[in-house]
């Protein structure tokens, strides 16, 4: 039995097996930005591996969620199946209320403390129910962060609409369902001094000393609003230094006034970009990395609403060793993922591989505080010249890309066009068993545990005891990869199930192995046999 499932799964991994394949054909050229945007096509198909989620219920997402008491609560109830649907929620603590036509659950928790929640959903074709535990205290970030970031399509073209507009992508394509939550602004929100260009221009504060947004940005608490009323949650983008990256108005020494503005404009999460920091403090050691970043959490925290903060400042100072105590959520772990169109490959390898690896961050990450390799780079994608064009990654290394975020618990965060999700890119964001490994309660960080030249093994241990394990292939040619259970710490025999085609793949003693592509995964989950 056990040859032959190891000879189908190589036979079908070899053959390109797929559940289906399909054009990608939701290109809409009536949708072309003038002056801004020319659509390329790089492929006429691709390979699909996640099925079709049921037509009945399914309920997605965390199991866990952090809140501070005291702060308004937010969370969507994310469930796949027919519409319409029907939310309830059991022993919802004192304070919470669930709407029962769109999942929203919401309200004020006075209380500290942990409360287990039944949540439910009903359609015409069944019903779902499953456990979520509440945990209201001071850590928020339970399980990494998911959502969407403008940076990498919009890079300095982004506007209002482009937000309300990803915001109405993200429920009309289902990501909601699966579990994205936040849609954030990234740079070029704030006045650019010196610009020329009207729509940059403004007062950069107010009479307060408060930050203002540019007229793309007319009015920050409309916007908020209308995010939150899609049961969405809104990110915003600063820096410690007087300009962004981009060269827009920073925080820097009006830390105060601006993150008040933040919390009245209702955003829910922080990027703080280090950027023109680094001509305030020039050759900083590490005191002067962590200053700005203990600042700002310590700022966030004294406001009535719970926002996440995310580092960026690339990896200085092995700021994986620091960046939970000085109040992130996550850190970035290195530089820009697609600093350049074409070397966004060689980024995947170098800062989602070796970065991690050599540094050995699977010590680091946990429930609260993660690891950050940057954004998921894939469907359409700003080429850095007035362009968008399909990601330059194949579809294997797309498999590769998500795999290993979901391996090593990082944030989920995507920043390709929202309006033109593709069938195959959101297979690659909407596996729920794929998604599932990411935002495992555990919160425990994979990591390699083999490698021979291009060949890796990672692996990553689930609360339920299993373990997730990425065959990766690295080279250049279709390779068999091997997990051995003397690698994976394991001894007993293993039920193993593919998490891209959600398919059991039978038992195996000793070791697991397929034929992966270039640059390719084959990504299984295993529990010893004997458990159910
Ligand atoms: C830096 C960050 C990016 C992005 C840009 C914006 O390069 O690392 O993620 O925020 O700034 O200017």
Same mark, same amino acid.
Request: hydrophobic share 35%.
């Given at each position: ?223 908020? #609003? ?213 935002? #495992? ?92």
């Amino acid at each position: 039995m056990k040859h032959l499932i190891t000879f189908l799964l190589l036979a079908f991994a070899g053959s390109g097996w797929a559940a289906e394949t399909v054009p990608l054909s939701t290109l809409d050229l009536s949708k072309m930005r003038q002056g801004w945007g020319t659509p390329q096509i790089d492929r006429s198909v691709t390979e699909i591996l996640t099925p079709q989620p049921p037509r009945a219920p399914r309920i997605n997402g965390a199991k866990v969620f952090g809140v501070r008491p005291g702060s308004p609560f937010l969370f969507t109830i994310p469930a796949t199946g027919d519409r319409p649907m029907k939310f309830a929620a059991d022993r919802l603590p004192k304070g919470l209320k669930v709407n029962p036509d769109n999942g929203q659950i919401t309200g004020v928790l006075a209380n500290r403390g942990e409360y287990q929640v039944i949540l439910r959903a009903a359609n015409a074709l069944g019903k779902a129910t499953r456990p979520f535990k509440i945990v209201c205290g001071d850590t928020l970030a339970l399980t990494p962060h998911m959502g969407w970031n403008s940076w990498y399509i919009w890079e300095n073209h982004v506007t209002d609409k482009v937000m309300r507009d990803a915001a109405d992508a993200m429920v009309s394509s289902g990501m909601l369902n699966h579990g994205y939550i936040y849609v954030n602004i990234d740079d070029c929100w704030a006045v650019k001094p010196g610009s020329n260009d009207a729509t940059l221009q403004g007062e950069p504060r107010d009479a307060q000393g408060k930050v203002n947004s540019n007229p793309r940005f007319p009015d920050m608490r409309a916007l908020t #609003d209308y995010i939150h009323s899609q049961g969405l949650k809104a990110g915003i983008y600063t820096s410690p230094g007087p300009l962004t990256c981009a060269g827009h108005v920073g925080a820097y020494q009006h830390e105060e006034q601006d993150v008040q503005r933040f919390a009245e404009w209702g955003f829910d999460f922080l990027k703080h970009d280090w950027c023109s920091y680094g001509e305030v403090v020039k050759n900083p050691d590490r005191a002067a990395l962590q200053k700005p970043y203990r600042q700002i959490s310590e700022m966030l925290r004294r406001q009535q609403r719970d926002i996440v903060l995310n580092l960026c400042q690339y990896g200085m100072g092995k700021v994986w060793e620091w960046g939970r105590e000085v109040g992130g959520n996550s850190w970035r772990t290195a530089g820009d993922l697609g600093q350049t169109f074409e070397g966004i490959a060689t980024g995947l390898f170098r800062d989602g591989f070796d970065v991690y690896s050599i540094n050995q961050l699977h010590k680091f990450g946990g429930p609260g505080a993660w690891n950050d390799p940057d954004y998921l780079l894939l469907g359409y994608l700003s080429n850095w010249k007035g362009q968008t064009a399909p990601t330059p990654l194949t579809p294997n290394e797309q498999y590769t890309q998500v795999s290993l975020w979901c391996l090593v618990a990082a944030p989920l965060i995507f920043s390709g066009d929202m309006t033109r999700l593709d069938a195959f890119t959101l297979n690659l964001l909407c596996n729920d068993e794929v998604l599932e490994v990411d935002q #495992d309660p555990l919160g425990k960080p994979g990591r390699r545990v083999a490698k021979t030249e291009d060949l890796e093994v990672w692996a990553k241990e689930m609360e339920d005891g299993s373990k997730v394990v990425g065959l990766f292939n690295r080279g250049e040619m279709e390779m068999t990869v091997a997990a051995k259970w003397s690698d994976l710490g394991i001894q007993e025999k293993q039920r193993v199930r593919d998490l891209w085609r959600q398919i059991g793949l039978g038992s195996f003693d000793q070791q697991f192995q397929a034929s992966v592509p270039r640059h390719g995964v084959v990504l299984v989950r295993m529990w010893p046999l004997h458990r159910p």
